[in-house]
């Protein structure tokens, strides 16, 4: 099903120019650090770095597609897989610190500071 | 001129979920606002013929990442808490600092002139992606499989609390 989409799509259609992706990556990945420079919340944080890896996911894309090679896709496999442990490991941290702090405002973690 | 269409719907569905993600005072708003921004680049994927990562993106991060975060706001908000809010700081250096590497960046993206090859007839990525992780790329692939166990591990330990004895 996919398969047939990206047919259709690049069957008939000439391609877009190639930095027209790169501004949308640029864009969400500078949302992302706006996220994580700006929110308290360690759960929105946890999302933004989220978007911030998405960002670079559809840059290695994208030049995999240019340069016509698959390499690109490759790591991409590769950044989802850490983005899957970081989720899981962030979450259980997350969920650790509400159990001991009972908030996730992340103001309130200064335990390892001096 | 179609194809330019498309593509300009998806990016504005993903930039603007991706904006609610960020700036949305409501933390359920923006874990489901990270649902469309997921889709938003699934189909970003699609029309650069990634056709077996979009099934990838949907697959992981809507399934499993999106799921994950879901339980995380439900377990560390009290949900009769009627004030779900958190509000913003520290904007305006943060602003500063992002709208300084945002302009560097696009300076940098319209001044180059990026090298493509001519985009070939398209084939379907499953079974050339296959081949390379069992070639070229064999040990990273082990390697993250080991990565994954040990998240997974780690994870349950940390999250399962004390054992009473």
């Known amino acids: ?114 | 001129m179609l194809l330019v269409i498309i593509f300009t719907i998806f990016a504005a569905i993903t930039i603007i979920s991706a904006g609610m993600v960020a700036f949305s005072q409501n933390i359920v708003y923006s874990a489901f606002s990270l649902l469309f921004t997921f889709f938003g680049i699934a189909g970003l994927y699609v029309l650069l013929a990634a056709d077996f990562l979009a099934a990838t993106q949907l697959l992981i991060y809507v399934g499993g990442i999106l799921v994950l975060l879901l339980f995380g706001v439900m377990l560390t908000h009290k949900i009769q808490e009627v004030n779900l809010s958190n509000e913003s700081m520290r904007l305006a250096p943060a602003a500063i600092v992002v709208l300084a590497f945002l302009g560097l960046l696009s300076i940098a993206i319209y001044r180059t002139q990026w090298p493509t090859v001519p985009v070939p007839e398209l084939t379907p990525t499953t079974a050339r992606i296959g081949t390379l992780f069992m070639t070229d790329y064999l040990l990273p692939f082990e390697i993250a499989s080991l990565v994954l166990l040990t998240a997974l591990v780690g994870a349950v330990f940390i999250a399962r609390g004390r054992v009473k004895k």
């Open chain 1, 1 to 114: 099903m996919p398969y047939i989409l990206c047919f259709t799509v690049n069957r008939f259609m000439s391609p877009i120019p190639l930095s027209y992706y790169l501004v949308v990556s640029t864009l969400i990945f500078f949302i992302g650090m706006l996220g994580v420079l700006t929110r308290r919340n360690v759960l929105i944080i946890l999302m933004s770095i989220e978007l911030m890896l998405n960002a670079a996911n559809i840059n290695f894309i994208v030049f995999s597609y240019y340069l016509n090679s698959l390499r690109g896709q490759i790591f991409v496999f590769f950044v989802m897989t850490v983005a899957a442990a970081e989720a899981a490991v962030g979450l259980a941290v997350i969920v650790y610190l509400f159990r001991n702090k009972n908030t996730v405002n992340d103001d309130e973690f200064s335990l390892m500071r001096w």
